[in-house]
């Protein structure tokens, strides 16, 4: 009886040691979303617009983080694609909202960064929506030719009064070419 009571009790020490790892290696709850502008929530071609927009601007010009914020769901993810040190082998790297604004932020401030949907292919069934948004990126919007392009691969969601971004990968830079198929807007 004592080696079966020591035995639970080793157990429940070890199973709560876990759950409180568990626990400490929880990430942060996320920011409070701030209040959309309705119009930049109200379709889908309104959040897609409101989202170039919020990151493109000349260099020095601060963005307004947000309004970024506003658009995507409380745990959304932003997830580029990249190669690896041996460019054959590539990676996803998953932010949150946060981390983009950290990581990207000084960048797009620092430089003049523009992005434009240059085409999309979407579909949607009921609250949900899948876009691919073809895209080109320039330093300045007068430039006479991109410096990269790629798609964005949209998720998100209707829920009933708004559009959220739910997540957004992509894949694209320097030297990419967009296919035909997704140039055009259906």
């Known amino acids: 009886m004592k080696l079966n009571r020591l035995v639970a009790a080793v157990a429940t020490v070890a199973l709560l040691g876990t759950a409180s790892a568990v626990a400490q290696e929880a990430p942060p709850p996320p920011p409070e979303t701030p209040e959309a502008n309705p119009a930049d929530v109200e379709s889908l071609d309104a959040i897609l617009a409101a989202l170039y927009d919020v990151i493109s601007g000349p260099a020095g010009q601060a963005r307004d983080w947000d309004r970024m914020r506003s658009l995507f769901t409380p745990n959304a993810r932003l997830i580029p694609i990249g190669a690896q040190r041996d460019a054959s082998t590539k990676l996803a790297r998953f932010l949150t909202v946060e981390d983009y604004v950290t990581r990207a932020g000084p960048f797009l401030e620092e430089?003049?960064?523009?992005?434009?949907?240059?085409?999309?292919?979407?579909?949607?069934?009921?609250?949900?929506?899948?876009?691919?948004?073809?895209?080109?990126?320039?330093?300045?919007?007068?430039?006479?030719?991109?410096?990269?392009?790629?798609?964005?691969?949209?998720?998100?969601?209707?829920?009933?009064?708004?559009?959220?971004?739910?997540?957004?990968?992509?894949?694209?830079?320097?030297?990419?070419?967009?296919?035909?198929?997704?140039?055009?807007?259906?």
């Open 111 to 186: 430089n003049g960064f523009f992005e434009r949907e240059i085409g999309r292919v979407a579909e949607q069934y009921e609250h949900l929506a899948h876009v691919f948004s073809a895209y080109d990126s320039r330093h300045t919007a007068e430039d006479a030719e991109p410096f990269a392009r790629g798609i964005n691969s949209m998720q998100l969601m209707w829920d009933g009064e708004r559009w959220w971004i739910a997540n957004i990968m992509w894949w694209g830079g320097e030297g990419f070419e967009v296919p035909e198929e997704y140039l055009g807007k259906r």
